[in-house]
């Protein structure tokens, strides 16, 4: 089955990076013929030429790892704090119904609004980028879980209550599988989040990360090395989404269709 | 020795109020799903209910399996009043109820796993019970792979596998072919008849409700009471027989059930102010 899955992937390739080649020779050649200025948008080549120096200078790896561990401590924090209250929320009933109209209100906030908020509080430094992750991370993980929670079947719980499962059996065996593809719906969707909020905090306040090298670059008009951390940006993305569709699958193979981002 | 006693068993259900609906409750939004039953049965009996469509038998089973308390009545396991859920019964649901994150076998594990049963002799019991149902090619498959009747035979397997005294099962054939049922059937006689379990079984079918049972119980239109309890005199042994289903005392049986269950039929479907006609799912005594 894998061998097979691999030639299909194989066939399919020309079909996948089309349009992506397309989209790099179009790059390539409107700046060269004039189509767009070259100042303010230089060729693909000379942004991957200068891709490739900031990888070996190193500085790439530098603000990477910066950016990285703000928006996975962030991340980390949201889903350590809004699993185990998804599920206290979506296991007792009454509580997410009295709830629930403040979380739906809250959920519409639009959360970079509250930066300055958080400066306020916790001033520029690490604290309120991470806060500001979380937070963002947090909805949609909290909210994935709650319905996850909430949606389980409850003639499994009757079956396994049949089979004489104690209440915290219930909880491992029944709640916390049932609920999985729920809950990693929710990471995947705040792995996204958690990368534009991090850009987006970066270039309001920090003086490392990736958010801050592209709004920094453009400030001294080294123009390539904008996209060029642009270019690490979606690239960084494209791997998050990836690993964290990954999890999902394995974590969700027992359901017969799988959404696809 | 009277094995599950049921003593006046009456159950209301809250109903949503959309003002519609017809019923014999003293309150406007109550259902009375179950009007006193009475039903005992004897250890190593096999019982079966019959009665039309929502008239309170996967009700019944609930209140049996300790799963929903009843709001008038008892019911007694070995002389004890039930009190909740326990190992002594396994119950095959109607919707199968398998557990779609475990594959065949886990599901057929997961009774096994509450009891301190090492890993090793689970999987061997589970696959036993698999292989049971004829299943054992299909250990490692997600419910969502496998066919109605297929889940249906996990579901037995995984009811089967804890060896509880006490078998509750709803139409747990209902979803099989005519010949998968048969042969299930006449395994599930062999496995009683082995094992000595206290059978209540639901099933739509008269025809199987008079080739598995000692006795078959007749169901009444909601409020759901046991309107009569037929012995069915054919001996143990008799019921491999191939011509079973035409003798005299099979064609007798089927025939007596069918005009007491014909005019509870017609009387669910008039509570139910359906006019769709539900005698399809009826076999004729014919
Ligand atoms: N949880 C519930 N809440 C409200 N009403 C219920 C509930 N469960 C069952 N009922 C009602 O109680 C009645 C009996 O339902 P039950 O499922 O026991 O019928 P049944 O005899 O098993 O029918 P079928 O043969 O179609 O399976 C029905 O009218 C049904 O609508
Ligand atoms: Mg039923």
């Not at chain 1, 937070?135 to 994935?144: D, G, K, Q, R, V």
């Not at chain 1, 219930?170 to 609920?179: C, E, Y």
């Amino acid at each position: 089955m894998g061998s097979a899955n691999i030639v299909k992937q194989l066939k399919l390739l020309p079909q996948k990076v089309f349009a992506i080649i397309l989209f790099l020779l179009i790059w390539e050649i409107a700046p060269r013929t004039g189509l767009v200025d070259p100042v303010f948008l230089p060729p693909a080549s000379v942004v991957f030429s200068a891709l490739y120096d900031l990888v070996i200078t190193g500085v790439l790896f530098k603000h990477t790892s910066i950016s990285l561990q703000r928006a996975f401590g962030g991340f980390a924090i949201a889903a350590l704090t809004a699993i185990p209250l998804g599920f206290i929320v979506g296991w007792f009933k009454t509580f997410e119904k009295y709830m629930d109209p403040l979380l739906q209100t809250m959920r519409q906030l639009p959360i970079l609004a509250l930066f300055p908020v958080f400066i306020l509080f916790f001033g520029i430094g690490e604290v309120s980028k991470l806060a500001i992750i979380a937070l963002a991370c947090f909805w949609s993980i909290f909210l994935n879980t709650v319905s996850g929670v909430l949606n389980v079947d409850p003639l499994l719980i009757k079956s396994a209550r049949s089979m004489g499962i104690p209440h915290t059996g219930m909880f491992r065996k029944v709640v916390l599988p049932a609920a999985a593809p729920a809950i990693f719906t929710g990471l995947r969707y705040a792995g996204t989040v958690s990368l534009i909020v991090l850009v987006a905090a970066e270039m309001i306040g920090a003086n490392a990360g990736l958010g801050f090298f592209v709004i920094n670059s453009e400030a001294k008009f080294a123009i390539p090395d904008m996209y060029a951390a642009i270019v690490a940006l979606t690239i960084l993305g494209v791997v998050i989404n990836y690993l964290l569709i990954g999890v999902e699958r394995s974590v969700s193979k027992w359901k017969e269709e799988i959404v696809r981002s | 020795m009277t094995k599950i006693k049921a003593e006046n068993i009456k159950k209301t259900f809250k109903i949503r109020t959309n003002g519609n609906s017809r019923n014999n409750g003293n309150s406007s939004n109550e259902l009375l799903a179950l009007g006193g039953v009475n039903l005992a049965i004897n250890k190593g009996e096999f019982i079966s209910i019959v009665g039309p469509s929502g008239c309170g038998k996967s009700t019944f089973l609930d209140l049996v399996g300790g799963l929903s308390k009843p709001n008038e009545g008892n019911i007694y396991i070995d002389g004890k009043p039930v009190e909740g859920p326990g190992l002594d019964r396994g119950i095959v649901f109607q919707q199968y109820a398998l557990f779609p994150w475990r594959t065949a076998l886990e599901n057929v594990e997961f009774g096994l796993e509450s009891q301190n049963i090492p890993k090793n002799e689970r999987r061997g019991t589970a696959q036993k019970y698999l292989t049971l149902v004829g299943l054992n090619s299909f250990e490692d498959r997600y419910p969502y792979e496998l066919s109605g009747g297929m889940k249906q035979r996990v579901a037995i397997a995984r009811a089967l596998a804890f060896d509880p005294d006490i078998l509750l099962m709803d139409e747990p054939f209902g979803a099989l072919d005519a010949q998968t049922r048969e042969i299930l059937q006449r395994e599930l006689l062999h496995i009683w008849e082995e094992t000595h379990k206290t059978i209540l079984f639901i099933t739509h079918s008269i025809d199987e409700a008079v080739f598995l049972s000692d006795k078959v119980a007749i169901m009444t239109a909601r409020p759901g009471v046991i309107k009569k309890m037929e012995d069915i005199p054919i001996a143990r042994n008799d019921r491999f027989e191939d011509d079973i289903r035409s003798s005299q005392d099979f064609v007798k049986s089927r025939y007596k059930l069918w005009e007491l269950l014909k005019e509870e039929v017609v009387r669910a479907q008039q509570i139910s102010g359906n006019a769709v006609s539900n005698f399809s799912k009826w076999e004729t005594a014919k």
